[in-house]
C-alpha cells in the first residue's frame, strides 16, 4: 500500500543520505593547497553538488534496473521503487531531466569537467545494463566511480591530478566494493543468488583473499606515498609520514567489523555508526590538513 506522495518517494530514491561519498571531490582541492583559494573552493562545492544530482540519477536508474531483485533483498524491498511506492517510468523521467540539467552546468562550469561527469554517467549505464553481471569488474566499476569523482574535483579547480590520488582512491573503494559483497553474501546465505545473479560468482573465501591483497595494497600504497621525496617536496615537509597510522587503524578497524560484526553491507552507514571508525577518519582529515596548511595560515 502507497504510504508516501510521489514527491517524497523520489525524495528518498534520490539517496541524499549517500551523498558524502561525493566529498571525494574535495580531495584534489585539499591536496592541491588550494582550500584557503575562495575560487577554488566555490567551483569544487559546485562540482561537488552537481555530482550529488549525478549519483542521484544513477540510483534511480539503477532501483528501476534492479527492482524485481530488491524486492527479494530485506531491506531494499522498502525503497520506493521495489515497494510500488514510485512507478518506474515517474522514476525514469525524472532522472532524465535531473541527469540533463546536471551535465549542462558541468560543462557550463568547465567543459573538462563535464566530460568526467559524462564518463560518470555513461559508465554506471554500463554498469547498470551489463558490467554489474561480469565478475570482478562490477566491483571494479564501482571503484572507478569513485576514482572519476576524483579526476573530476581536479579538472574543476584545473590542477595537477597525482597519480597516488588515483591509485589510493581505487584501491580504497576497490576494498569497500569488496566487502559490501561479502556481506551480501553472508546476510542473504541461500538467497543471495536469487537478489543478485553476480553473487553466483562469488564466495566468501575468495572476497576474503581479495579483500586482503587489496587491503595490504593500499597501505602499502598510502605508505610510500606519504614517504616519498617527491610528496615531500611538494608539501616541503616529511610530516606526512605522521598520518599513516590512521588509514592502517581505520583498515583493521573495518575488517573486525566485517569479520566479528557482520559490517560492511553499507560502508556510509558503517562509518557514521561506528564511533572509532569515524574518530579515525576525522583525525586522519584533520592531522592532513593541519600539515598540508601549517604554513599556509599566518
Known amino acids: 500500500m502507497k504510504t508516501r506522495s510521489t ?3 523520489l525524495l528518498v530514491s534520490l539517496r541524499p543520505d549517500q551523498w558524502h561519498k561525493n566529498l571525494i571531490v ?15 573552493l566555490a567551483r569544487a562545492t559546485a562540482a561537488f553538488l552537481i555530482f ?5 540519477v544513477v540510483y534511480l536508474i539503477n532501483d528501476v534496473a534492479d527492482r524485481e531483485q ?11 521503487i521495489a515497494s510500488g511506492e514510485l512507478a518506474p517510468g515517474t522514476a525514469l523521467t525524472f532522472a532524465a531531466v535531473l541527469g540533463a540539467a546536471a551535465l549542462g552546468a558541468a560543462f557550463w562550469l568547465r567543459p573538462a569537467f563535464g566530460a568526467a561527469a559524462a564518463a560518470y554517467l555513461a559508465l554506471f549505464v554500463v554498469y547498470t545494463s551489463s558490467l554489474k553481471h561480469v565478475v570482478v569488474l562490477d566491483v571494479m566499476a564501482i571503484a572507478l566511480g569513485f576514482v572519476l569523482r576524483a579526476v573530476a574535483g581536479g579538472l574543476v579547480i584545473d590542477v ?14 576497490l576494498f569497500l566494493g569488496l566487502a559490501k559483497r561479502r ?3 553472508t546476510l542473504l546465505a541461500d538467497g543471495a543468488r536469487g537478489h543478485r545473479k553476480i553473487l553466483e560468482e562469488y564466495d566468501t573465501y575468495l572476497l576474503d583473499q581479495m579483500i586482503g591483497v587489496v587491503a595490504a595494497a593500499t597501505m602499502v600504497a ?8 617527491e610528496t615531500h617536496a611538494y608539501f616541503g615537509t616529511e610530516w606526512m609520514v605522521l598520518t599513516t597510522p590512521f588509514p592502517i587503524y581505520g583498515l583493521f578497524r573495518y575488517l573486525y567489523l566485517v569479520h566479528r560484526k557482520a559490517g ?9 555508526s561506528d564511533r572509532p571508525l569515524l574518530a579515525c577518519v576525522l583525525l586522519w582529515g584533520l592531522t592532513s590538513v593541519l600539515i598540508i596548511y601549517r604554513g599556509s595560515v599566518s
Open 7 to 9: 514527491a517524497a518517494s
Open 26 to 40: 574535495f580531495a584534489a582541492l585539499i591536496f592541491a593547497v588550494k582550500l584557503l583559494d575562495p575560487a577554488a
Open 52 to 56: 550529488c544530482a549525478m549519483s542521484s
Open 70 to 80: 530488491d524486492r527479494l533483498h530485506p531491506v531494499k524491498q522498502m525503497r520506493p
Open 160 to 173: 595537477h591530478i597525482s597519480n597516488w590520488l588515483l591509485v589510493c582512491t581505487m584501491l580504497g573503494a
Open 183 to 185: 556481506h551480501e553474501l
Open 222 to 229: 598510502y605508505i610510500i606515498y606519504c614517504a616519498s621525496p
Open 264 to 272: 560492511g553491507g553499507n560502508p556510509s552507514d558503517l562509518l557514521l
